[in-house]
């Protein structure tokens, strides 16, 4: 968090993986990048090669310019970006060089893959998916004369709360446009947390959405009381509790089962000794 204008340099790498960072930059007095190539090698240096970028979730919050990925020409080859959220929230991109760009890349041809990215930023004359030079270019225009970020979208990822304090780069929702969108077959095994990916990942760091637990009600969400207590108004799954979910509540003697009632209370039994009304 707030790490300078470069939140993650890259300088001379072979076959490095930059996957499931999350990166969160607030500063109002200079331009910043999410993620990119640092200082040109110098003599000796090897060039990057094969470098990967996948899986980062970067928000960007600045009254300056902001660019989410940055692949300066001349300093390697081969380069994948796969499957990053981006969200560059504060430039006012209508005013010469308060730029908003979600990939700033000098020489196409060092690219190898760019799809199943997100990116959203506010609309302006200097605001753009891609740019390079003195040319900019909408989504639109990048897919048709590129062939890149065919699955791509422009708009905003959804994070669940990426400004300060709380930092939040999750999906807010299962309806955010992170939710099984990533890459099939690019996509980090597991996300930031560890948890593995499915056949149909999530575009980011994460692989879940705002966690059901958190106290928080979200819009997947019927309730959501901050505990594990199953037995309570509100289950494990932050849904409310009624008979016939399968959890015996508080005030059920039975939820479910050939010897239980429509009402969740237990039916009359032969031989118990009582004479029921058929």
């Known amino acids: 968090y707030n790490t300078g204008n470069l939140s993650i340099g890259v300088g001379a790498c072979i076959d490095c993986l930059i996957e499931n960072n999350v990166v969160v930059n607030e500063h109002d007095d200079f331009g910043m990048y999410g993620i990119g190539l640092a200082n040109a090698p110098g003599a000796g240096d090897v060039l990057t ?32 970006i796969v499957g990053n959220a981006i969200e560059l929230k504060g430039p006012e ?15 196409l ?21 891609f740019f390079v030079g003195a040319a900019q270019m909408s989504l639109e225009a990048w897919q048709q004369q590129t062939g890149f970020d065919l699955n791509s979208v422009y708009g905003s990822p959804g994070f669940a709360a990426p400004a300060g304090p709380d930092f939040d780069l999750r999906p807010d929702s299962l309806s955010s446009p992170l939710i099984d969108s990533g890459h099939p ?29 958190d106290g928080e009600v979200d819009d997947d969400e019927e309730c ?8 309570d108004d509100c289950t494990n799954a932050c849904a409310a509790a009624v008979c016939g979910d399968g959890i015996v509540q508080e005030d059920e003697q039975c939820d479910g089962g050939n010897d239980c009632g429509d009402d969740c209370n237990l039916l009359p039994l032969c031989a118990d000794g009582w004479a029921e009304a058929a």
């Not at 970028?53 to 300093?75: E, V």
């Open 49 to 80: 090669e094969n470098l990967t970028i996948r899986n980062n979730s970067i928000y960007l919050n600045s009254a300056s310019s902001a660019i989410g990925i940055s692949i300066p020409q001349g300093q390697g080859s081969g380069y994948t």
């Open 93 to 107: 991109p209508n005013i010469w060089q308060n730029q908003a760009n979600c990939l700033y890349v000098e020489d």
């Open 109 to 129: 041809d060092e690219l190898t893959a760019v799809d199943h990215n997100v990116c959203g930023f506010r609309p302006g004359e200097f605001a753009s998916w």
């Open 185 to 213: 077959d690019m996509s980090a095994p597991n996300d930031i947390l560890g948890v593995a990916r499915d056949g149909v990942p999530n575009i980011g760091a994460y692989e879940g959405t705002d966690p059901c637990g």
């Open 224 to 231: 959501d009381d901050g505990n594990d207590d199953n037995t």
